[in-house]
C-alpha cells in the first residue's frame, strides 16, 4: 500500500492490497474466522485481475479486510473481516461501502454474497447497508457437527467514484 491509495475515515486508514499483504490477510482471516484462510489461499484469489482487497490500518497494525470479485456487471463479496478489538467502531461498514464503490468503477451493478443465517453482526451490517435475501443454501456452513444455512444477500450498485485508488486496473 502507498500513500497514494490512503484515505483517512474515522481513525482508519483505507487501502487496497497487493502481493506484499498476503501475510496481513491470512493473519486478519486467522483471527477472525474458525477456518483460517491460507496466504497461498489469498495469492491464489488474488492473482485473477477481476479480485482486489481492501484493508483497513490504524496507527498500531491492520483492524480488518474486505475481498472481492468483479466480474463484468456482478460484484462477489468473498470475505469481510474486522479483528475483536476494533468491532463497533463502523470498521466494518468502512470496508464494505469502499469495496462497492471500488467495484462500482469496474461496472458492476449488483452485488452478491453469502452469509450465514446465525451471523447476526454480519446480518446487521449487510441490512443497514442496502442488501436484501435472495436464496437460501440449506446446511452450506458447517458448524462443528451441524450445519447451518447460508443465506444469499443482494444489493444493487448505483454509478460512483471510488476513493481508493484501483491499483488492478
Ligand atoms: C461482521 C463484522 C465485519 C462487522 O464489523 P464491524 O466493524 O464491527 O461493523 P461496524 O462497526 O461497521 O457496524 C456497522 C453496522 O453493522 C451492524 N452490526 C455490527 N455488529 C453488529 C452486531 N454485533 N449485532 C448487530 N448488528 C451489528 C450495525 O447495524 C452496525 O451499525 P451501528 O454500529 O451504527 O449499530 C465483524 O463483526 C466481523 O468481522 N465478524 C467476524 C467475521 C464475519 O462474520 N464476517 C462476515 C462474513 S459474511
Not at 66 to 84: G, N, S, Y
Request: glycine share 10%.
Amino acid at each position: 500500500m502507498t500513500g497514494g491509495d490512503r484515505r483517512e475515515r474515522a481513525g482508519v486508514t483505507l487501502g487496497s492490497a497487493g502481493a506484499g499483504d498476503l501475510d496481513t490477510l491470512a493473519a486478519l482471516h486467522r483471527q477472525c474466522f474458525a477456518e483460517a484462510w491460507a496466504r497461498s489461499d489469498f495469492a491464489r484469489i488474488l492473482e485473477a485481475p477481476t479480485s482486489f482487497a481492501l484493508i483497513a490500518r490504524t496507527a498500531t497494525g491492520a483492524a480488518g479486510f474486505v475481498l472481492a470479485r468483479t466480474v463484468v456487471d456482478e460484484c462477489e463479496i468473498l470475505t469481510l473481516a474486522v479483528t475483536p478489538a476494533y468491532r463497533r467502531h463502523g470498521f466494518g461498514r468502512a470496508l464494505l461501502h469502499a469495496a462497492l464503490a471500488l467495484a462500482t468503477s469496474r461496472g458492476a451493478r449488483a452485488v452478491f454474497l453469502e452469509v450465514a443465517a446465525d451471523n447476526a453482526a454480519a446480518r446487521g451490517l449487510y441490512a443497514a447497508s442496502g442488501f436484501r435475501m435472495v436464496g437460501v443454501r440449506e446446511g452450506y456452513y458447517r458448524r462443528g457437527a451441524r450445519r447451518g444455512d447460508g443465506l444469499t444477500l443482494k444489493r444493487t450498485l448505483r454509478r460512483t467514484r471510488s476513493l481508493v485508488k484501483d491499483h488492478r486496473r
